[in-house]
């Protein structure tokens, strides 16, 4: 009996494929073999992160400018997978110009969507794009798919919740029109770290790691009892890949992350404790750096029922795991060195 042809390598476009996800996921497909193409117009991407990489080319570009992603999707497919990662992220970064933030990234899903409705349908690539956990509305239970949402509204930090929650509407309004294709699938992502995520954002991890190494107190909002789930950018990659290579996508809403729960106070003293136990925890007013307008999320976990019924393994990294490989291959890239970079800002959004 002869056994089954392996599957083919795909071919993927990333837009922000030179970011912190995208870029793990670029080595990871090009792991597999793929041939992937990352869109990056380096705003906040690092050409490093896909350096020595075979199989993975860059191309300098904006996905937001329609005559650049057209040519990519024209020159360089055609594509059997299109992952759209590109965007602003980070609390920080958001309310600096929460309106600049939601024209951004509303801006990069049109042009995203008429590009592709340019393609002949036979040319038309599947889309994965990121949207976030932070669509949902405050809950103490697990979110899943169907939880409420936050209003499409949103002002502040919630801008970007806004704006990834009109994300998801324009791109299954610009497919329902292609028959016989299923529609993208919104991959609502549950706080993912790891080594060589930028702090510059408000990111909290790489905040605290940096803060710890630089001698430097570690910044708690308030009582810390704010719960996130971490999953490691690795497994997220993986996972994505895996998404990638079924040969049926699970169209609509669909929750990636992991199972590492805590709480930003019980974060901040793991990585003290993996950095030997000298640094400091300290309390602080997300007001006085964040703005008197800043909103907390006191609970985020996710229900990832629909992303294991799909029968692809879930991030299983521990956060003591997850907090030692950060710390053992982690290099800053909030500008000026890691010292640097946390003598200015100190404090993390444990919103990231």
């Known amino acids: ?49 896909l350096a020595g990489v075979e199989r993975v080319r860059l191309v300098v570009g904006d996905a937001a400018r329609a005559d650049e992603i057209a040519r990519a999707l024209a020159e360089d497919g055609p594509f059997d997978i299109l992952f759209h990662l590109a965007a602003r992220v980070g609390v920080r970064a958001v309310l600096r110009d929460p309106q600049a933030c939601r024209r951004e990234n509303l801006a990069g899903v049109r042009t995203l969507a008429g590009a592709l409705a340019d393609l002949p349908p036979a040319a038309r690539p599947r889309v994965l794009a990121a949207s976030s956990s932070e669509v949902y509305a ?53 706080n993912v770290v790891g ?24 910044g708690v909002h308030g009582d ?7 999953a490691h950018v690795d497994e997220v990659a ?18 990636v992350g992991g199972r590492a729960r805590t709480s930003v106070a019980h974060l901040a003293r793991t990585v003290v404790e993996a950095c030997g136990g000298g640094g400091t925890v300290a309390r602080v007013d997300p007001r006085a750096s964040l703005g008197a307008g800043f ?15 799909l029968g692809i393994a879930l991030p299983g990294m521990s956060l003591e795991e997850i907090v030692a490989d950060t710390l053992a291959r982690h290099r800053s890239r909030a500008g000026g060195g890691a010292a640097a970079g946390v003598g200015r800002r100190a404090c993390a959004s444990p919103a990231s």
């Open 238 to 255: 993986r996972v994505l890949a895996d998404l990638a290579s079924l040969p049926v996508l699970p169209a609509g809403p669909l929750n």
């Open 1 to 49: 009996m002869n056994s089954p042809d392996p599957p083919r390598p795909l071919q993927c476009l990333i837009t922000g494929g030179a970011g912190f996800i995208g870029a793990a996921l670029a080595r990871e497909l090009a792991g597999r073999g793929g041939r992937i193409v990352c869109l990056d117009d380096l705003s906040t991407g690092d050409p490093e992160r």
């Open 138 to 190: 405050e809950s103490r239970e697990p979110l899943g798919e169907q939880a409420p949402l936050r209003p499409a509204g949103g002002r502040g930090r919630f801008a970007y919740a806004a704006s990834k929650r009109r994300g998801e509407q324009l791109l299954d309004e610009a497919a329902a029109p292609w028959p016989g294709e299923s529609g993208p699938v919104h991959l609502r992502l549950f």
């Open 195 to 218: 080594p060589g995520q930028s702090s510059a954002g408000g990111m909290v991890l790489p905040t605290f790691v940096e803060a710890a190494r630089a001698g430097l107190p570690l």
């Open 224 to 230: 810390g009892r704010q719960v996130r789930t971490f």
């Open 295 to 309: 909103e907390e999320v006191a609970h985020r976990v996710p229900d990832l029922s629909r992303l294991a019924a």
